[in-house]
């Protein structure tokens, strides 16, 4: 059976229909309204999309408390809302592998400003790297310590800030991944935290609205981000992504930040390259949707499947992020 141009064209639809019908943008004027004086808790603050976010609230007025490892890196965030006009910033250096301690961010918060606006839970860890490659990745300790941090920790922190949401009307927002959604290349770990979360919080939304909670939820199903880190480690691969597939770290903060006020059960970005991976994983057949994975993420110019020249290329990428110190996660060469 010829299946290719059916799904051609339900592909062509479905991406046509939501490039076609984008939410309308809000205004800074209407963020700034929003979020003036709003207490925001933000975790993964010191680099990436969490710390674009902490720039962009604090150009909004918005009080900020930041969280991440890395006191350094939040010391220097922290000087760069100062600069940008926020006044009431705190630091908290955190590691969420410790799940019981993860609600401490959250009473601390409200020690110092007495409330709870939203809660963006946008810390992970990450690892770009084969599991059959690396055998530390294999050790029952290292795949739970993952997932304390990209799941677990993120539920006790939903646990924590609930009562303090509902008395704010406040909302939450989980940074997600397409990789929630559907298999990823070399990223099997962070892929099945990915696919916990996502499974929680659906279910969780659903139980918020059955009870009529003041509280909402966004999940966001976020794709490869431009982030300063990810892009020197990618470029220095070799690798290029097409521009198409290659999200923002400007405008995808700015969804997020839109999506604290219009509260969609999903924020996705960017739009298209996560509509086509979902659409491909739900129509091609599972072989030829891994295929066609393989055959696009595989290192150029190598024959066959590239397998192992794709270990070379993760360990190059490896060696940058030890320079960039990019703290991506938590195995021996992950940046520490
Ligand atoms: C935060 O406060 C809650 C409620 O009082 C408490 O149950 C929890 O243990 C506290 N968390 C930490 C890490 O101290």
Redesign the pocket.
Known sequence: MNYKVPCILLLISVSLYYLLSPAPPLSDEQLTTHLKDKVVLICGASSGIGEELAYQLAGHGAKLVLVARNQDKLDVVKEGVVKLGATDVQTISFDFSDV??S??V??QTIAWFGKLDYLVSNHAAMGNSAFLGFPYRQEPDFIEKIFRVNLFSHIELAV?ALPHLEASKGHMLFTSSMAGEAPLYRMSIYCSTKHGMNGFFYSLQQELMARESPVSLTIGSVGYIATKDLSQIVAGEGMTTPAWATGDVKECARGMIESYITRPPTMTYPKLYVYVHRAMWYILPVSSFHKTIIQIFKPPGTVGTGYQEALEFVNKGREIAKKLNFQQGYGPDDGK
């Open positions: 019981k301690g609600s401490g959250i009473n924590h």
